[in-house]
């Protein structure tokens, strides 16, 4: 089967710097996305990584390990508004996106 | 602003009970498509149109129809509306349907079937 995983639920503190991960088995690859969802609105795309390496966009940064199957999700000086759920989805052979269950970040001042 | 608007923003439905959903864009996108998001659960999907005039089926899609009669709308019917449809429902878009463009996701449809 395909699956995503990535942790539930993380706490962090206001200013810190937080890491999501994310790991994935499809039947093949075409790209890993990642979106941001606030409670009760819609998910925004973040990110999208399709070669091995770091993209960096402002606070937040997103790593990809192909052959490890494996994304990471950085947020540098956490502000209270990155409180929401992170969705991290994969684009597979057949260019379906998989969607893991998402990551519920909780941000304390 | 450009976007999606999806319509009604919540609906409580009886069971057996027909609904449309409604979506349109005004992006222009070629790709659209309708999921479900559920609590502990991805999203799910229940069906896509790559263009206008084609629709097809995703993870989901029993108990649920679309048509997409021009580029800008994809309509989504429940026939006859069972307690497990009751979840959100985001319509969303792509520039292309070759799974590597972003998504653009409307704010949602919440849905109770009773």
């Known amino acids: 089967g395909q699956n995503i995983d990535q942790p539930t639920e993380m706490t962090a503190t206001e200013g810190a710097i937080v890491q999501i991960n994310c790991t994935y088995q499809?039947?093949?690859?075409?790209?890993l996305f990642w979106y941001q969802q606030h409670a009760g609105e819609a998910p925004t795309f973040l990110s999208y990584?399709?070669l091995d390496g770091l993209e960096e966009k402002g606070r937040f940064s997103s790593f990809l390990s192909r052959s490890k199957g494996y994304s990471y999700l950085l947020l540098k000086e956490l502000q209270m508004k990155d409180s929401a759920s992170y969705l991290c989805a994969v684009s597979n052979s057949n260019y379906q996106l998989i969607w893991g269950a998402g990551t519920k970040l909780i941000i304390k001042p | 602003t450009a976007g999606i608007t999806q319509a009604p923003t919540s609906q409580i439905l009886a069971a057996g009970r027909s609904m449309t959903l409604r979506c349109t864009q005004d992006?222009?996108?070629?790709?659209m498509y309708w999921y479900r998001q559920d609590l502990g659960l991805g999203l799910r999907l229940i069906h896509y149109s790559n263009t206008a005039g084609t629709t097809g089926k995703g993870e989901v899609p029993d108990g649920y129809s679309v048509s997409r009669a021009n580029t800008d709308d994809f309509p989504l019917t429940l026939a006859s509306a069972v307690p497990s449809q009751t979840s959100v429902y985001f319509c969303?878009?792509?520039?292309?349907?070759?799974?590597?463009?972003?998504?653009?996701f409307g704010n949602g449809t919440r849905l109770t079937v009773t």
């Open positions: 990584n399709v």
């Open positions: 992006m222009r996108h070629n790709a």
């Open positions: 969303a878009s792509s520039d292309s349907a070759g799974g590597n463009s972003p998504l653009h």
């Open positions: 499809t039947s093949g690859f075409n790209g």
